[in-house]
């Protein structure tokens, strides 16, 4: 058996990237809205069925835009999941908006509609929610409360991409929906993004946003004779390098999927009997929602033991981090947020919570390996 290092990711390569990397180096267009930046949106709206999509510089620079669309302010509120990613809240903190946070659903690692009903108030304007791991939130109970009170849902499907609830696609559930190309995402372009909307009013706003609050986009379209600045915005843009890459990648998005999912399902079934005697929590994927297969993640009964099987696992040549620090804890999220509640289960998912190596390419003795060294700790 190798000895090897199991790392925790490794980027996809697929086998076009070079060729069309090629081809925008060789033409006289290697900045953004180029034919590569046309295949690949084109490819991405068959994937998520969204009506409208605008390749970004990442997920980041999409929840900003999804900011700037739903035009916060600093009277306004946001509800967000203190388990997340600092780009959940810091996107909307820009905006000058409060972030308020709310706790999760201790099964998933995903937003609870219960605890975001008992935050929220008259300036709640929007509530932002990742599907972690690639497993849809509770959109049921989380789309009921926006439409009771008239508040948007922003959908910060980073990992989602592919998923589905209920036979829908994540990201076009809410009002705005966000996606990450980053190289740790299962789909890449080394850095990038794309912003999926459902609203055409909303849609003609967003790609004025993107170029710089300009109508260069209508420009390009051939509906005006030039262009001029309309509106605030900045520079959301993806150059045609980086879109050529991810043009290859989503050619091969089934690829890469099978792959992904045939690590995920050698740990789940391989896993059961040892987390039943140690007392650990296994990913959990509702009946009723299609995951992607973006991470594998355990939970041990505390802390330390979680920091333990870290350690243990490390040793044996495999990498397998923790996640997110809760974002109520920060030093950010206590100066620009709030929390009118305790996120004790965000606290204790982000204290126990273990990932476990997960790549298209992972070979079934890296697999072993992981499965033997897991199942080697107690607890």
């Not at 809205?33 to 997920?59: Q, Y």
């Not at 996107?91 to 000058?96: I, K, Y």
């Not at 929610?129 to 910060?156: C, N, T």
């Not at 036979?167 to 190289?183: A, C, E, K, M, V």
Request: net charge negative.
């Amino acid at each position: 058996m190798s000895t090897d290092r199991v790392i925790f990711s490794r980027p996809f390569r697929a086998r076009r990237e070079l060729a069309n990397l090629e081809a925008v180096l060789a033409s006289d267009h290697s900045h953004g809205d180029g034919r590569f930046t046309a295949s690949a949106t084109a490819k991405l709206k068959t994937i998520t069925e969204a009506p409208h999509a605008l390749l970004t510089t990442s997920c980041t620079s999409a929840l900003e835009m999804a900011g700037l669309l739903l035009e916060l302010g600093p009277d306004d509120e946001v509800i967000v999941p203190s388990f997340a990613f600092t780009s959940t809240a810091t996107a909307m903190a820009l905006r000058g908006a409060t972030c308020v946070f709310a706790d999760i659903d201790p099964e998933t690692g995903n937003l609870d509609p219960e605890s975001v009903a008992a935050v929220l108030t008259e300036r709640t304007k929007a509530v932002v929610v990742i599907h972690y791991g690639g497993v849809a939130a509770d959109m049921a109970g989380l789309l009921a409360l926006a439409d009771a009170h008239g508040i948007a849902i922003v959908e910060d499907n980073a990992h989602g991409l592919g998923g589905r609830w209920r036979d829908r696609p994540l990201g076009t559930l809410g009002t705005l929906g966000t996606l990450s190309f980053h190289d740790t995402k299962n789909v890449h372009c080394g850095e990038g993004g794309a912003l999926l909307l459902t609203d055409e009013i909303l849609m003609s706003r967003a790609e004025i946003i993107r170029e710089k609050g300009t109508d260069r986009a209508r420009f390009l379209r051939g509906a005006v004779d030039k262009y001029s600045w309309q509106d605030i915005g900045s520079s959301y843009l993806p150059s045609e390098l980086n879109a050529a890459v991810l043009d290859a990648q989503l050619d091969e998005f089934e690829t890469i999927q099978t792959g992904r999912h045939r690590v995920w399902d050698a740990y789940a079934a391989a896993l059961p009997d040892w987390a039943r005697r140690n007392e650990v929590r296994l990913m959990a994927v509702p009946q009723d929602r299609t995951h992607t297969a973006h991470l594998y993640y355990l939970r041990t009964p505390t802390e330390r033991q979680r920091d333990d099987l870290i350690a243990h696992l490390a040793a044996r040549g495999i990498s397998a981090p923790f996640h997110y620090v809760p974002l109520d804890s920060s030093p950010a999220g206590l100066k620009l947020g709030r929390t009118p509640k305790p996120c004790a289960r965000s606290a204790e998912f982000s204290g126990t919570v273990v990932r476990l190596p997960l790549w298209p390419d992972l070979t079934e003795d890296q697999i072993t390996r992981v499965i033997d060294a897991v199942t080697a700790y107690t607890v």
